[in-house]
């Protein structure tokens, strides 16, 4: 009889997205149950297309006590029930959440993977409430999961727990990347430009893209204020923007927004199911995040073959290797992000090696069964 894990994220987009197949693979060896928000119909198609059991419980992505204790509450019964061998949490709130659920139910092995510190923007009593909040997570934890040995220093040097409690699997990402699934052979000279044409992009344009959500805290702001600068410069280039707004959460600046949506230059294209051939018709991504954990779309970029303008925090500087697939930039450094930017617009198109080069660094560190089998690894460790 397998033994019962428990996946838990705040919203069932990171089930889907986050760990990406990576239910499936683990349900060839547990009994795999994952829990988030329902949000529609999300989670029973995460449910299906993983082939794992799924339960909905409503958790917020802010601070919202009452609720929040009720979340706990549902989670704590859940757990009493299903009796699981680990409980694995992923996201700030579902970690906190689950955790603490975890620990009260007496699951043996209660487990947390760190993607990211959005409480490192925080300032005053809500990086103090923030800070207590992730240390009772990290204790109720049995062991602690950074996704980038940066991200491991970060909470070392804040002393949110032990280090006996760190580990970093493999070489970093909480999923890794299929690389089979991100190939640029799979696309056709004539969709690129089928696709080009339909966005307005001519075929002369050099294309800078930008995947992940359009929020200040992933260097919007700056990204747009450079991109000015690069398109008075050069009429033949594009700002392609791929994701959504969180205006109740981290706006823009307005002045920011009017240019997105008010200059010819900027095709914003909102979320997509599907970003590999907006990839394909780009020449540079452009990732000038404040704080990541270990970015998927780093990743993905380089798996299609191309290099990155990022900024030099942690996970962003253990994927690129600055000169070889990419260049890495201060954060929130306007003037910094404007001259690399440029730079890349001066040397044009890329070339066959350099895709090449970037493609086979992903390839070489980050494949995706090479995570998946590290994981499974530390789960049966706990068997013995």
């Known amino acids: 009889m397998k033994k019962k894990l428990i996946r838990i994220t705040t919203a069932p987009g990171s089930l889907s997205t986050l760990l990406k197949g990576q239910l499936k693979f683990m349900g060839d060896h547990y009994e795999v149950i994952g829990i988030s928000s329902s949000d529609g119909n999300l989670l029973k198609q995460v449910g299906e297309k993983e082939k794992i059991k799924v339960v909905p419980v409503e958790m917020t992505r802010k601070i919202t006590p009452f609720r929040d204790l009720l979340a706990t509450w549902k989670l704590y019964r859940i757990l009493k029930r299903e009796k699981p061998f680990i409980v694995h949490t992923h996201t700030p709130k579902a970690g906190t959440l689950g955790m603490l659920a975890a620990y009260l139910a007496r699951v043996p092995h209660r487990l947390h993977t760190i993607a990211g510190l959005p409480l490192l ?25 950074p ?4 991200l491991k220093d970060i909470i070392v040097h804040n002393k949110y727990t032990t280090t006996i409690k760190l580990k970093v699997i493999g070489n970093g990402s909480s999923n890794g990347i299929d690389t089979n699934h991100f190939d640029p052979s799979l696309y056709e000279q004539t969709e690129k430009e089928k696709l080009r044409k339909t966005l307005g992009i ?15 805290d992933k260097g919007i702001n700056e990204l747009i204020e450079a991109f000015k600068r690069i398109a008075s410069e050069f009429e033949n280039t594009k700002l392609l923007l791929v994701g959504y707004y969180e205006k109740d959460l981290d706006p823009l600046l307005p002045k920011t927004e009017s240019f997105i949506n008010n200059s010819n230059q900027v095709i914003s294209v909102g979320l997509q199911s599907d970003v590999r051939p907006f990839f394909a018709i780009s ?19 380089g798996a299609m073959g191309l290099k990155s303008i990022a900024t030099d925090i942690n996970g962003c500087n253990e994927i690129i290797i600055d000169g070889a697939n990419g260049t890495l930039i201060p954060p929130k450094d306007v003037k910094s992000l404007y001259q690399s930017m ?17 493609r086979e660094l992903i390839e070489k560190r980050y494949d995706q069964e090479f995570i998946w089998n590290s994981i499974l690894k530390e789960y049966r460790s706990f068997e013995i």
């Open 342 to 358: 440029k730079q890349y617009r001066n040397l044009g198109q890329t070339n066959k090696n350099v895709a090449k080069v970037c």
């Open 121 to 145: 923007e925080a300032t005053g009593n809500k990086r103090w409430l923030l800070d207590t909040v992730e240390k009772l997570t990290y204790r109720c934890a049995t062991k602690i999961y």
């Open 283 to 301: 020449n540079c991504l452009v990732f000038p995040s404040y704080r990541e954990g270990f970015p998927n779309v780093v990743m993905q970029a």
């Open 202 to 216: 001519e075929q002369s344009d050099f294309v800078y893209i930008f995947v992940g959500r359009l929020v200040s």
């Open 147 to 150: 996704n980038s040995f940066g």
